[in-house]
C-alpha cells in the first residue's frame, strides 16, 4: 500500500474521414498535421503543440484515432506525420518508405471495477488466462493467490479491449506473449490480434476501454496510464520478472528503459518485459541494474513518431521533432504520466531528425 500513496508523477476513405484535420491554418507561419496513436495524444495536444505554438508561430493539428490509422495515413501521405506506440513491421517499413522516431515514453496496463476491491495484483499468466476464457470469476483462486487479504467477489470477470488497431494493444499482448507460451502459440501480439472468440467485449481508443470498464462492474481491460486518471479508474499493479507487484510510475517506467539501450537502425526501442539477473549465490547487495530490475514497470513503452524519409515540409518537421524531444517539453510530460527520454533515445532521435 506504500507505493499507492505514491502521487503519480502520474478501408482508406474511412481512416480519411476520421482523421479530418485543416490541411492549413489561419495563425502561424506553418502547419503540420499528424494523427495516430490514443497514447501519446494527451502529450501532443495538451503539451507539444500549443508549446510549439506559442514559441515559433507555427500549428500542428494532431487527431487521437489510434495507432493502426496513423500507420495507414502516414503511408498514404494523407497526414505529415503518423504516431504509433508499436514499432513498424518490415512490411509497413518497405509500404510506408518512413521513418520511425522514439519521441515519447509511457506505459499501458491493467484496470478494473470489481465492487469493493481497491487494490490488486495481476501477472503476465493470469491477464493471458483472463482474456483466454481460462479464468471467469474475480475469486478463482489463481487470482487469490496473489492477493492475500482481499475480499475478491464470486463475479464474472468481464475482459475488454481494443477493437481498433492500437500500440496500447501491442504492448500488452507482447507482455502476455513473453509471459505466457499458450497465450503466444495461440494469439502472439500485434496491434491488431485474433481475441479468442465470445471472450469480452471491444472498445474503440483509450477512451473507449476506459468508458467500458468505469460502467461495467466486474470489468478488467488495459488503458495508457494517462487514462486511469483521466477516467478516475483503478489500476492493478503487475508482477515483473523480478516478482514484484510495480505500477505505471514515473521512476518505474523510467527504470524499464534505462534496461534497454540497445537502438535499432530504424530507432526502434522495444522495452517490454526486461529480464530479472538472478544475484549470484553470497551476493550481499543489488547491482544497479538489479535494482532497476526490481522496479521496471513491466508494460512500459516508447511511442513513436512516423514521417515520410523525404517529407514534403522537412524544414519544419525537423524544427518540430526537435522541438519536442528537448529536455524541457520532455519535462513536461510528468504531469501526464510520461517520462522524459533517456539519453540513448534522445540521440537516436537527434540523428533521424537530422536526416529528414
Not at 507482447?174 to 472498445?203: M, N, R
Not at 505505471?248 to 539501450?261: H, S
Not at 514534403?312 to 524544427?319: C, Y
Request: a positive charge; hydrophobic letters at 45%; one cysteine or more.
Amino acid at each position: 500500500m506504500r507505493r499507492m500513496q505514491v502521487v503519480r508523477a502520474l478501408g482508406a476513405a474511412a481512416v480519411a474521414a476520421a482523421i479530418a484535420i485543416p490541411a492549413s491554418s489561419a495563425f502561424g507561419s506553418g502547419s503540420l498535421n499528424g494523427a495516430g496513436s490514443s497514447l501519446v495524444a494527451p502529450l501532443v495536444q495538451q503539451v507539444f503543440a500549443p508549446d510549439f505554438k506559442s514559441s515559433t508561430g507555427n500549428t500542428v493539428n494532431y487527431a487521437s484515432v489510434g495507432s493502426g490509422a496513423g500507420i495507414t495515413a502516414i503511408t498514404n501521405k494523407t497526414v505529415d506525420f503518423g504516431a504509433s506506440d508499436a514499432p513498424l513491421t518490415s512490411t509497413q517499413i518497405s509500404a510506408c518508405g518512413c521513418v520511425e522516431i522514439a519521441w515519447a515514453l509511457s506505459a499501458t496496463g491493467p484496470v478494473f471495477n470489481v465492487p469493493g476491491v481497491t487494490h490488486l495484483n495481476v501477472s503476465g499468466p493470469i491477464l493471458a488466462a483472463i482474456y483466454m476464457g481460462q479464468i471467469t470469476m474475480w475469486n478463482d483462486p489463481q487470482i487469490a493467490k496473489i492477493n492475500k487479504g482481499v475480499t475478491l467477489p464470486a463475479m464474472k470477470v468481464v475482459p475488454v479491449y481494443r477493437s481498433d488497431g492500437s500500440g496500447d494493444t501491442f504492448a500488452f499482448t507482447e507482455f502476455l506473449s513473453h509471459s505466457d507460451s499458450a497465450w503466444a502459440k495461440a494469439v502472439g501480439f500485434s496491434t491488431a490480434v485474433q481475441w479468442p472468440s465470445g471472450i469480452g467485449t471491444g472498445a474503440k481508443g483509450n477512451s473507449g476501454v476506459a468508458g467500458v470498464v468505469s460502467s461495467t462492474p466486474g470489468a478488467i481491460g488495459y488503458v495508457s496510464t494517462f487514462y486511469v486518471r483521466e477516467n478516475k479508474l483503478v489500476e492493478a499493479s503487475v508482477e515483473n520478472n523480478a516478482g514484484k507487484f510495480v505500477y505505471p510510475y514515473i521512476q518505474d517506467i523510467t527504470a524499464a528503459a534505462a534496461l534497454v539501450t540497445k537502438v535499432t537502425p530504424n530507432t526502434q526501442i522495444p522495452i517490454v518485459n526486461p529480464a530479472w539477473t538472478k544475484p549470484k549465490k553470497g551476493q550481499k547487495t543489488l547491482t544497479k541494474t538489479e535494482k532497476l530490475q526490481q522496479i521496471a514497470y513491466p508494460i512500459s513503452t516508447y511511442t513513436y513518431v512516423i514521417v515520410q524519409s523525404q517529407p514534403k515540409q522537412a524544414s519544419l518537421l525537423q524544427q518540430f521533432l526537435t522541438f519536442a524531444i528537448s529536455a524541457a517539453e520532455q519535462a513536461k510530460g510528468n504531469k501526464l504520466v510520461f517520462a522524459p527520454l533517456p539519453a540513448q533515445a534522445v540521440t537516436a532521435a537527434t540523428t533521424a531528425i537530422k536526416g529528414l
